[in-house]
């Protein structure tokens, strides 16, 4: 059994007014002959804070894939602030899942926020202190500017994350896209992330889906879980979701789950192996 940690109650960021950012209807992803799931309904509003579950290859990432405009969805609907989704929108940061880089690569921590920056941009390109102003903040936002002129190969990855994370917020975007981005890191640059992540969920709005394994370094954040399994899904709270009967159900086997001092204690589900998981135990 695992223990995910987690004891503050989520405060919620946003009401049934809020804006709606996005909005799948009836959706339905396939890749090849594999439905990865099917009648998908799920709105997301700003500053609400969704986590992304499943096991592997339920189709957590090929999800991001189709709202940022990289995958066509096979049926239904899917649009953002009330438009279909298109590559390189402003309106969507994306933390992509961490790959390794080269220690010999020449790109330095600023070149890839300045990605972020003018990567998007379609009207006049900032001037070029306007545009290393921008760069600065936004690697000061996240704590990172002390290293904002080495090799992004060089640094570690809890460094490295922090970059990305001021990569995804360069357009102010409203909503953040997040692929396991505290995979790897320990307890105290898993919570850096989170913070930075909650701050700019409170202060600007975001809506934020979060694709992770481990449910508790972000339970104080989630409003709403979204469960992938075997084609298959459900949508709720944490404690909606978060149950024997509904993993059990989703899983078609025996799954446990206990929720003690604030966090969820889960044994059983039948998952394939993932490098970060003891076997036959998931989040
Ligand atoms: N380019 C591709 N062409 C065909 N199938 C693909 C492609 N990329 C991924 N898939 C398949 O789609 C399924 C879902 O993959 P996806 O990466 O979305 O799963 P995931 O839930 O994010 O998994 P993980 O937890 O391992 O990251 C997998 O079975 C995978 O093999």
């Known amino acids: ?32 002959e594999r439905v990865l799931w099917s009648g998908l309904d799920l709105e997301l509003r700003r500053g609400e804070f969704i986590a992304v579950l499943g096991p592997n290859g339920s189709g957590k990432t090929s999800l991001l894939h189709a709202i940022l405009g990289r995958l066509p969805l096979s049926a239904g609907t899917l649009l953002i602030d009330g438009r279909p989704p298109r590559r390189g929108s402003d309106l969507i940061g994306y933390i992509p899942q961490q790959r390794a880089v080269a220690p010999h690569m020449p790109l330095r921590a600023r070149d890839l926020v300045r990605l972020g920056v003018d990567g998007h941009r379609w009207g006049l390109p900032l001037g070029s202190r306007g545009l290393r102003r921008r760069i600065d903040e936004l690697l000061t936002e996240v704590g990172a500017h002390a290293y904002a002129d080495m090799p992004l190969g060089l640094l570690s990855g809890g460094e490295q ?35 930075l992540l909650d701050r700019r969920r409170r202060a600007h709005g975001a809506a934020v889906l979060f694709v992770t394994h481990e449910l508790n370094p972000v339970l104080p954040l989630v409003d709403r879980v979204l469960y992938l399994a075997g084609g298959r899904f459900r949508v709720g709270t944490p404690d909606e979701v978060m149950t024997s009967s509904v993993l059990s159900d989703l899983y078609g086997g025996p799954v446990e789950v206990v929720r003690a001092h604030g966090r969820y204690l889960i044994a059983g589900a039948p998952i394939p192996h993932h490098p970060d998981h003891a076997e036959g135990v998931q989040s």
């Open 1 to 32: 059994m695992t223990e995910q940690s987690g004891a503050i109650a989520p405060q919620a960021t946003f009401t049934s007014g809020t804006p709606v950012v996005l909005s799948l209807t009836d959706a339905e992803l396939r890749r090849g």
């Open 161 to 195: 994350q922090r970059v990305r994370v001021a990569q995804a917020l360069a357009t102010d975007p409203a909503l953040l896209l997040c692929d396991e981005p505290l995979l790897s890191l320990d307890p105290h640059h898993q919570h850096a992330i989170v913070d």
